[in-house]
C-alpha cells in the first residue's frame, strides 16, 4: 500500500485538537445520491459525523448560571455548515464555550435553511420544543436563511426567540450577541443588501479533512422556484487576495483538501483589480503549498465554460469532480424555471466535460413535478440522465415556497404524482450509479483516509471524484494521509477496496 503524507512532509494535521478523535467517533460515511432527506442535505459529500464539541462542563448543573455556552445546531447546504463554523469562531472568541445540549446551554443557536417547505417545518417544530422548557435567561436565536425568509414573523410565531438573524447581516453578529448580552431580547439583522461578506479571522472549522472557505455569497439567478435570492442576498465575491490567504492559512493549519463554496461558486468575479477569473483562482488555490484537492461547489451551467475543464486537465491537485445541477431535462420546464439553458446547451457543458483529458465525475440536482410539467417532460428528464450519466444525483419533489414567481403558476402536480416521478427518477439513478461504479472495479484510486470504522483494519476516505471508498488496510496512522486502494467492489453509493 502507497501511503503518501498529506501536504507535502506534513502528517496528518495536528494543529486542531479533538480532529481525529471526532473522526474516529463518526458514523457510517455516505456517498453519491445515499442522502435523500430533501430538508437538510442538498450537495452531496456533506459530512456525516457528529462534529460538535463534548460539553466540557459538569453536565448536571444548568450551565446558563455558569454564564457563556452556547448550543448550534445547522440544517441545510455546505454553506450553512460553513457559515456556523464561522458563527462559533465568533462566539468563542468572546469567551463561549460550546455544548453538545441545548438544555445546558445559555445561547441556542439554529442556522437554518428554508429551501423546500419539510426544511422550513422542522426547524418551526423545534422551535416549538422551548414554548415550555426554555429556561430563564437562556436565549434562542434562528440563525441563516429561514430567519432571513420569515423575519419578524419568527417572533409571532415562537415568541420565546431573541434572536432573528439571516446570513447577510452576520458581519454584525458580534454586536448582536453584544446586544443579547446586556439583556435585549428582541434583536434582529435582516438587510439583505450588504456589501461585505461575513469575513472573520476566527472561523473554527468543524470537518477536520475537508476545509470550506465561500468565495461568492449570494445569488444574482432567479430562478422561479428558488429562495436563495432572498434568503442570501445578492452576489458577492471576496477579492482574490483575500481568498488566497484564507487558503495559506487552512493549509498552515494542516488541511490539504479545500472546497472553495459559493451558490454559483462559478460565477466568482473578482472584485480587486487583479480580476482573476474563476478558473485561474482555481490554479490558484491548487498552487497554495500543502494544498493537495482542491472542489468547488456548486458549479451554474451558464456559467460553465471550457476554461474551467482546462484547468482541471492541467492541475491534478484540482478534483476530478463537477457538480452541475440540471433541474429539468425539458426545456420548456427550464424556461419556467429560468435557468437559462436549453436541454441541449446543458448537453454540450455534459459532452465538453466527457470529453475532457481526465476523466470527470459529474453530479447533479433535479427537480420533478414542478408546476405543469408533463409526463413527457418528465420523460425527458429521465432521458436527459439516461445521456448525461450521472456518477450522482440530489432529487427532490417540486415544493413551493414564499415570495417566489413559481408560487402563482397553475397546474400544480399533486403530491402523489410527484413522489410517483421522484420515484422512478430515483430508481433510474441507481441503475445507472450502479453500472458506473460497477465499472471501476479493478482500478486504483487515492483516497484520503477521513475514518476508521470500528471493524478492524477497516478504513474510509474520499476520492478525488468523491466516491466514498470503504476499505481494508493493514496500515497504522493512516488517518489524513493519502492511500493507494484498489476496488474490489461496488454498490450504487460506494466503493469497498484495499489499500
Ligand atoms: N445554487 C444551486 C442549488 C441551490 S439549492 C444551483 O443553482 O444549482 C439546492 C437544490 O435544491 C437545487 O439545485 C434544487 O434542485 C433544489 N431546490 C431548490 N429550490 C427548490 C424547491 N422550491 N423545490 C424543490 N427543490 C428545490
Ligand atoms: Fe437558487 Fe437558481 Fe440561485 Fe441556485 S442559481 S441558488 S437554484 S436561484
Ligand atoms: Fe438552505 Fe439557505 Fe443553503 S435555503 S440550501 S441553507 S442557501
Same mark, same amino acid.
Given at each position: 500500500?502507497?501511503?503518501?503524507?498529506?501536504?507535502?512532509?506534513?502528517?496528518?494535521?495536528?494543529?486542531?485538537?479533538?480532529?481525529?478523535?471526532?473522526? *474516529? !467517533?463518526? $458514523?457510517?460515511?455516505?456517498?453519491?445520491?445515499?442522502?435523500?432527506?430533501?430538508?437538510?442535505?442538498?450537495?452531496?459529500?456533506?459530512?456525516?459525523?457528529?462534529?460538535?464539541?463534548?460539553?466540557?462542563?459538569?453536565?448536571?448543573?444548568?450551565?446558563?448560571?455558569?454564564?457563556?455556552?452556547?448550543?448550534?445546531?445547522?440544517?441545510?447546504?455546505? #454553506?450553512?455548515?460553513?457559515?456556523?463554523?464561522?458563527?462559533?469562531?465568533?462566539?468563542?472568541?468572546?469567551? /463561549?464555550?460550546?455544548?453538545?445540549?441545548?438544555?445546558?446551554?445559555?445561547?441556542?443557536?439554529?442556522?437554518?435553511?428554508?429551501?423546500?417547505?419539510?426544511?422550513?417545518?422542522?426547524?418551526?417544530?423545534?422551535?416549538?420544543? /422551548?414554548?415550555?422548557?426554555?429556561?430563564?435567561?437562556?436565549?434562542?436565536?434562528?440563525?441563516?436563511? *429561514? %430567519?432571513?425568509?420569515?423575519?419578524?414573523?419568527?417572533?409571532?410565531? %415562537?415568541?420565546? &426567540?431573541?434572536?432573528?438573524?439571516?446570513?447577510?447581516?452576520?458581519?454584525?453578529?458580534?454586536?448582536?450577541?453584544?446586544?443579547?448580552?446586556?439583556?435585549?431580547?428582541?434583536?434582529?439583522?435582516?438587510?439583505?443588501?450588504?456589501?461585505?461578506?461575513?469575513?472573520?479571522?476566527?472561523?473554527?472549522?468543524?470537518?477536520?479533512?475537508?476545509?470550506?472557505?465561500?468565495?461568492?455569497?449570494?445569488?444574482?439567478?432567479?430562478?422561479?422556484?428558488?429562495?436563495?435570492?432572498?434568503?442570501?442576498?445578492?452576489?458577492?465575491? +471576496?477579492?482574490?487576495?483575500?481568498?488566497?490567504? !484564507?487558503?495559506?492559512?487552512?493549509?498552515?493549519?494542516? /488541511?490539504?483538501?479545500?472546497?472553495?463554496?459559493?451558490?454559483?461558486?462559478?460565477?466568482?468575479?473578482?472584485?480587486?483589480?487583479? +480580476?482573476?477569473?474563476?478558473?485561474?483562482? *482555481?490554479?490558484?488555490?491548487?498552487?497554495?503549498?500543502?494544498?493537495?484537492?482542491?472542489?468547488?461547489?456548486?458549479?451554474?451551467?451558464?456559467?460553465?465554460?471550457?476554461?474551467?475543464?482546462?484547468?482541471?486537465?492541467?492541475?491534478?491537485?484540482?478534483?476530478?469532480? &463537477?457538480?452541475?445541477?440540471?433541474?429539468?431535462?425539458?426545456?420548456?420546464? *427550464?424556461?419556467?424555471?429560468?435557468?437559462? /439553458?436549453?436541454?441541449?446547451?446543458?448537453?454540450?457543458?455534459?459532452? #465538453?466535460?466527457? $470529453?475532457?483529458? +481526465?476523466?470527470?465525475?459529474?453530479?447533479?440536482?433535479?427537480?420533478?413535478?414542478?408546476?405543469?410539467?408533463?409526463?413527457?417532460?418528465?420523460?425527458?428528464?429521465?432521458?436527459? #440522465?439516461?445521456? %448525461?450519466?450521472?456518477?450522482?444525483?440530489?432529487? =427532490?419533489?417540486?415544493?413551493?415556497?414564499?415570495?417566489?414567481?413559481?408560487?402563482?403558476?397553475?397546474?400544480?402536480?399533486?403530491?402523489?404524482?410527484?413522489?410517483?416521478?421522484?420515484?422512478?427518477?430515483?430508481?433510474?439513478?441507481?441503475?445507472?450509479?450502479?453500472?458506473?461504479?460497477?465499472?471501476?472495479?479493478?482500478?486504483?484510486?487515492?483516497?484520503?483516509?477521513?475514518?476508521?470504522?470500528?471493524?478492524?483494519?477497516?478504513? #474510509?476516505?474520499?476520492?478525488?471524484?468523491?466516491?466514498?471508498?470503504? =476499505?481494508?488496510?493493514?496500515?497504522?496512522?493512516?488517518?489524513?494521509?493519502?492511500?493507494?486502494?484498489?476496488?474490489?467492489?461496488?454498490?450504487?453509493?460506494?466503493? &469497498?477496496?484495499?489499500?
Amino acid at each position: 500500500m502507497g501511503v503518501v503524507p498529506g501536504g507535502g512532509s506534513a502528517p496528518a494535521p495536528q494543529s486542531h485538537p479533538g480532529r481525529i478523535e471526532r473522526a *474516529l !467517533e463518526g $458514523g457510517p460515511y455516505r456517498g453519491f445520491g445515499e442522502t435523500q432527506d430533501p430538508g437538510t442535505h442538498s450537495v452531496p459529500g456533506a459530512p456525516e459525523e457528529n462534529t460538535r464539541e463534548r460539553p466540557q462542563g459538569s453536565g448536571t448543573r444548568p450551565a446558563l448560571q455558569g454564564g457563556r455556552t452556547f448550543y448550534l445546531e445547522t440544517f441545510g447546504c455546505q #454553506m450553512n455548515e460553513h457559515d456556523s463554523e464561522k458563527v462559533a469562531g465568533v462566539l468563542l472568541a468572546r469567551g /463561549y464555550r460550546q455544548v453538545e445540549s441545548p438544555e445546558v446551554a445559555a445561547v441556542i443557536l439554529y442556522n437554518t435553511c428554508s429551501i423546500r417547505e419539510k426544511a422550513a417545518q422542522k426547524i418551526f417544530s423545534r422551535l416549538g420544543e /422551548y414554548r415550555f422548557t426554555r429556561k430563564e435567561g437562556q436565549v434562542i436565536g434562528v440563525l441563516g436563511c *429561514l %430567519a432571513q425568509q420569515e423575519g419578524e414573523e419568527i417572533f409571532a410565531r %415562537a415568541p420565546w &426567540v431573541s434572536l432573528v438573524c439571516g446570513s447577510a447581516s452576520y458581519r454584525k453578529l458580534p454586536e448582536f450577541i453584544k446586544e443579547l448580552e446586556a439583556g435585549n431580547t428582541r434583536v434582529t439583522g435582516l438587510e439583505t443588501d450588504t456589501d461585505e461578506t461575513f469575513e472573520t479571522e476566527m472561523t473554527r472549522r468543524d470537518n477536520p479533512w475537508r476545509a470550506y472557505l465561500t468565495i461568492i455569497e449570494g445569488c444574482d439567478k432567479a430562478c422561479t422556484y428558488c429562495v436563495v435570492p432572498f434568503t442570501r442576498g445578492p452576489e458577492r465575491s +471576496r477579492a482574490s487576495a483575500s481568498v488566497l490567504e !484564507e487558503v495559506q492559512q487552512i493549509a498552515d493549519l494542516g /488541511y490539504t483538501e479545500v472546497q472553495l463554496l459559493g451558490q454559483t461558486v462559478n460565477s466568482y468575479a473578482d472584485p480587486s483589480a487583479r +480580476r482573476m477569473r474563476f478558473s485561474e483562482l *482555481l490554479v490558484a488555490v491548487a498552487e497554495v503549498p500543502g494544498i493537495r484537492r482542491v472542489r468547488f461547489m456548486t458549479s451554474h451551467p451558464r456559467d460553465f465554460g471550457k476554461d474551467i475543464v482546462e484547468a482541471i486537465e492541467a492541475v491534478p491537485a484540482l478534483c476530478d469532480h &463537477v457538480h452541475l445541477p440540471v433541474q429539468s431535462g425539458s426545456t420548456a420546464v *427550464l424556461r419556467a424555471m429560468a435557468r437559462t /439553458y436549453t436541454r441541449e446547451e446543458y448537453l454540450e457543458k455534459i459532452a #465538453m466535460l466527457r $470529453g475532457a483529458k +481526465r476523466r470527470i465525475s459529474i453530479t447533479t440536482d433535479l427537480i420533478v413535478g414542478f408546476p405543469g410539467e408533463t409526463e413527457k417532460e418528465f420523460e425527458e428528464t429521465l432521458s436527459l #440522465m439516461d445521456a %448525461a450519466q450521472y456518477d450522482g444525483a440530489f432529487s =427532490f419533489k417540486y415544493s413551493p415556497r414564499p415570495n417566489t414567481p413559481s408560487l402563482k403558476m397553475e397546474d400544480a402536480i399533486p403530491e402523489e404524482e410527484k413522489s410517483r416521478r421522484l420515484g422512478i427518477l430515483q430508481g433510474r439513478q441507481r441503475e445507472i450509479q450502479i453500472a458506473r461504479n460497477a465499472r471501476l472495479v479493478g482500478e486504483v484510486f487515492e483516497v484520503l483516509v477521513e475514518g476508521k470504522s470500528r471493524r478492524e483494519n477497516q478504513w #474510509m476516505g474520499h476520492t478525488s471524484c468523491n466516491r466514498v471508498l470503504n =476499505f481494508t488496510s493493514r496500515g497504522e496512522e493512516i488517518l489524513g494521509h493519502y492511500v493507494q486502494v484498489r476496488v474490489t467492489g461496488a454498490g450504487p453509493n460506494s466503493l &469497498v477496496g484495499e489499500g
